[in-house]
């Protein structure tokens, strides 16, 4: 217990947030587990420091029951506190916080990667031409299906582009 004790107290908890990239949410609540464990370790200290040993002649001096007072101090000297082997839980708890750093890590690279994508869009939107200067043949080289549909109309001896007339009026009146 002594080795986790040490590990423990050799945690860098800003190092930890500001690595990962902790924000929101996430950041909060290793906030509040780092508080949880100061807590912990704080009482444990309280405890530790406190006195362990019990004067039962005190107790014998002031009650008249003395052989409630043996019979308390024999079931405290025989007592044993259960201990209970922990290393299978540490263990999960390793592989577990080894998975999530692994499955952190790889969400981040997709998500550094979607930024890129992101950004590389961005650019493009930003670095294009306005539409009113976009010429026919750019068009075409843009969108070869917009060719291959007028060419298509014009073959069937169609001059209109379906649903004009509806959404922009008919101008042969003019």
Not at 94 to 122: H, M, P, R, S
């Amino acid at each position: 217990m002594a080795v986790g004790r040490s590990a423990a107290l050799k945690v860098d908890w800003a190092k930890i947030g500001t690595s990962l990239g902790l924000k929101g949410q996430t950041a909060a609540a290793l906030a509040a587990f780092k508080k949880r464990n100061d807590d912990a370790r704080r009482k444990v200290q309280l405890l530790s420091e406190a006195p362990q040993t019990v004067n039962f002649e005190s107790y014998r001096s002031q009650l008249k029951n003395q052989a409630v007072i043996d019979e308390i101090e024999k079931h405290f000297k025989s007592f044993k506190p259960a201990t209970y082997d922990v290393s299978r839980q540490i263990k999960a708890i390793e592989a577990f916080e080894a998975q999530a750093v692994k499955n952190a890590e790889e969400t981040k690279g997709l998500v550094d990667k979607e930024l890129a994508d992101l950004e590389k869009t961005l650019k493009n939107i930003e670095e294009a031409r306005p539409f009113e200067d976009l010429t026919v043949d750019e068009v075409v080289a843009a969108r070869p299906d917009i060719d291959e549909r007028t060419t298509q109309l014009v073959s069937k001896g169609r001059w209109s582009v379906p649903g004009y007339k509806e959404k922009f009026g008919d101008l042969s009146v003019l």
